[in-house]
Structures are given as structure tokens and as C-alpha cells.
């Protein structure tokens, strides 16, 4: 009788098996063992990651899919928004930026901007995001196609005076449905713009 006849089983702990057997176990660790809460929270102002999709259910807010500069050129309506990730009044205004992109689509370029990198430097003309930046957030300027700035006001800027802006720099109708807006929070982060009764 071989030895492995009579003691099969470290034939079994084979590398393979063991591997497989400590990833189990592992998994199993990562399963019972909760490091506790999330940290995320709309109320303070910590860094959480991307406001837009932590707090708004919208990733594709950031980067901006044109430039200040692009849109000025083009001739196309401007939103301006400027925030920062670790400011609640910004984690809180999220879900208004997300209704606008969901309201206009393609009709205006919708760009928010974090204004770290606009602080304490020159004003580099009107296609400068920092020449309309007052230094507090969030701050929403609409600029229309001829460059003329229709609506400039920072603080929680309900998403229907925004709309009113968008609508006389555009020329086209508010959507259906929209001057009777209010912020829902659905869950402890997130929020959406909802018709109000």
C-alpha cells in the first residue's frame, strides 16, 4: 500500500484546492465582516467622490462634454455651473444639474465646473469660466448664443427659474410639466426633482 493510499488527504489540499479554498474563505470574511456605515452624507462637507453620481444617480455630468470657450464659439446656450465635491450646499444642488440635463439634452451645453482651479488667478476674458465665477457655490450663470449672460444667481436656485433662463436664451418652451418643481430625497443620498403638488 502506498503512502497517498492511506492518507488521501493531502492529496486533496493540492495548490489548487487550496487556493480555492482560501478564496472561499475570504469571501466568507468579506461577507460576516461589515466595516460599519457609509461615510457619505449630504449633510457635511467631506470629500465623498463624484457629487453627480453619488448624490443625483448622474455620472455623465463630469467631465463637461464642451468647454466654455467650444460653446461661446458655436453659439450655443451656456450652463454654467459651479460647485465643489466637498461642499453639502453643492452635494444638495447635484440632483438639480441632473434634472437640467435630463430637461435639455443637446439644446445647451450644460457644464459643470469644480472651482478650485479658478481661485486666486486672472479673469482671462468672457470664454474664461472665471470671469463669471463670484467666488460662492453653487452658482448657475446662463449664457445665450449671442454671449450675452441671461441669468447669473448662486445658492439652492430652484431648477424652474433656471428653466425660465434657459428657455428665454434658447428661444424654446419649457418641457411640459416643469415651472412647479421641488427636491425629493428618495434615500439617505439621493435625491431627484419632482413636480410638486
Known sequence: MTPDARFPL???????????????????????WSPGPAAASLENDHYDGNIFALYAGNGSLVPPRSSLARSLADHRVAVVVYYLDDSSVSKQFAPVVSELQRLWGNGIDLIPLVTDPLQNRPDGGAADPAHYWDGLIPQVVVIGSDGRVVFDRHGQVSVDAINAAVSEATGLPMAPGSGNSATMSFNELNSEVVASR
Do not use: K
Open 10 to 32: 493531502p492529496r486533496l489540499l493540492s495548490r489548487p484546492f487550496a487556493s480555492l479554498l482560501a478564496l472561499l474563505l475570504i469571501v466568507a470574511m468579506g461577507l460576516v
